[in-house]
């Protein structure tokens, strides 16, 4: 059972927790709890740091970090006491949650789940901090923003456990973000593969690594809510009564900025000179799209979209290289956002991504690129438009209205 930020928020909040998992434990389950931070807690942590200096060290920023979860694990753990219940606290290095070194967005190498088994066999619930671990050199790492889902679905996967429950301050998975469009639907099930794209086009409900251990490891997630006793929704295999749909759900990313390189010389080997160097600066990359050669027939232009934090740290780079690649110009846009629709059922069906251009073009909204896969079309709109675009697909691809089930 983990509970995000919002459900660990108030010392109230901790309260229900431990109650909600004593009743697990009571209805026969061993339970393992996996905490956040409460709510607000992680960004207070890293603004400090950054007031103490500009750029602050990658290893203590996490020392910094992982202390929310120490904390919500430990009060977590008394809250279960005071209830009359056993618990013990663990922290990331404690039960072994072994991660590479990338401070900030380590990934889980290995956990040894002895310490959590020890603890279930004493009849005591484990309350693990989550987000954290630790690497080979014995430094405290964290797992990227959200990582407390991740924590929890690899425990889940370490221990055998038949599903991992994700408690979060919605209900489940929505076809859009609730908070964005009033007329979301709740989802009852969705497959991994749709969830992963979900997460991965901005829908921060699950963390996008949390999905791909899920579907790695076959383990079931139920998203739910921590204030309620309703079920929530299912992630879980392509085989498992998954809804008929062609479009699955919405998201929107506004994290992104698209960077313009103008007249590059059209040549065999510029792109690969540039993305070479760009991904050798550490710098990822999402959309690429490169213009047919101009009229003159030796320059082209190319456009390609980063995460905003990478542009600020990398624009001097980005202009040196471009500049050895031969471009004329470039261009930067911060004010981008990327709408995406996502569905199994795009693998069969056609005419999904003319439609979303269509309903996109009647409100005016004008696309800067597009990028599709299998399941999934993203476009990238002027930022002031993201909410309109949003709420246009969601109703345009008949998302409110529940659909039929498979049998
Ligand atoms: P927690 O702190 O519990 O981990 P998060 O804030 O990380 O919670 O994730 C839950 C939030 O995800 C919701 O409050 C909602 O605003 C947002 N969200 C975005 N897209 C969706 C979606 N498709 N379905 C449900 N929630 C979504
Ligand atoms: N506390 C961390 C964060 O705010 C991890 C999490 O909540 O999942 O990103
Ligand atoms: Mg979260």
Not at 162 to 184: F, K, L, M, Q, R
């Amino acid at each position: 059972m983990k509970f995000g930020g919002t459900s660990v928020g108030s010392v109230d909040r901790i309260r229900n927790v431990a109650r909600r998992a004593l009743e697990a434990q009571k209805a026969g389950n061993d339970v393992v709890l996996i905490v956040s931070a409460m709510s607000g807690e992680t960004n207070r942590l890293l603004s400090l740091a950054n007031q103490v200096t500009p750029v602050p060290g990658a290893r203590e920023m996490d020392v910094i970090a992982a202390t929310g979860e120490q904390v919500s694990a430990a009060l977590t753990a008394l809250a279960v006491h005071h209830e009359g219940g056993k618990a013990r606290s663990l922290l990331g290095h404690q039960v072994r949650i072994l991660t590479d070194a990338a401070f900030s967005k380590a990934r889980i190498r290995s956990i040894d789940a002895t310490a959590i088994r020890e603890a279930l066999s004493r009849g005591e619930i484990a309350v693990v901090a989550g987000f954290q671990g630790v690497d080979d050199g014995g430094n405290i790492t964290t797992l990227g923003r959200g990582g407390s889902d991740t924590s929890a679905v690899a425990v889940a996967a370490a221990l055998g456990a038949s599903a991992c429950e994700i408690y979060t301050d919605v209900d489940g998975v929505y076809t859009t973000d609730p908070n964005v469009c009033p007329t979301a639907r709740k989802i009852d099930r969705i497959s991994f593969e749709e969830m992963l794209e979900l997460a991965s086009l901005g829908a921060k409900v699950l963390q996008i690594r949390s999905v791909e251990i899920a579907m790695k490891y076959n383990v079931p997630i139920h998203v739910r809510s921590s204030f309620s006793d309703a079920p929530g929704t299912w992630v879980v295999g392509e085989d498992q009564g998954l809804e008929s749909v062609t479009v699955a759900g919405v998201a929107y990313d506004k994290a992104e900025a698209r960077v313009h390189l103008v007249g590059l010389e059209d040549k065999p080997g510029v792109s690969a000179y540039l993305f070479e160097k760009i991904s050798e600066e550490n710098i990822s990359v999402d959309m690429i799209i490169q213009n047919v050669s101009k009229a003159d027939g030796n320059r082209t232009d190319v456009t390609f979209t980063l995460s905003k934090s990478d542009l600020q740290r990398s624009r001097s780079i980005i202009e040196e290289i471009a500049r050895s690649a031969g471009a004329q110009d470039v261009r930067y846009d911060e004010d981008v956002s990327k709408v995406s629709i996502v569905g199994l059922g795009m693998r069969t069906h056609a005419g999904v991504a003319s439609k979303m251009f269509r309903l996109l073009a009647n409100e005016g909204i004008n696309i800067q690129a597009i990028s599709t896969s299998e399941i999934k079309i993203s476009c990238l709109v002027a930022a002031k438009y993201t909410e309109l675009a949003v709420r246009t697909l969601h109703e345009g691809f008949g998302l409110s209205k529940a659909p039929p089930s498979k049998p």
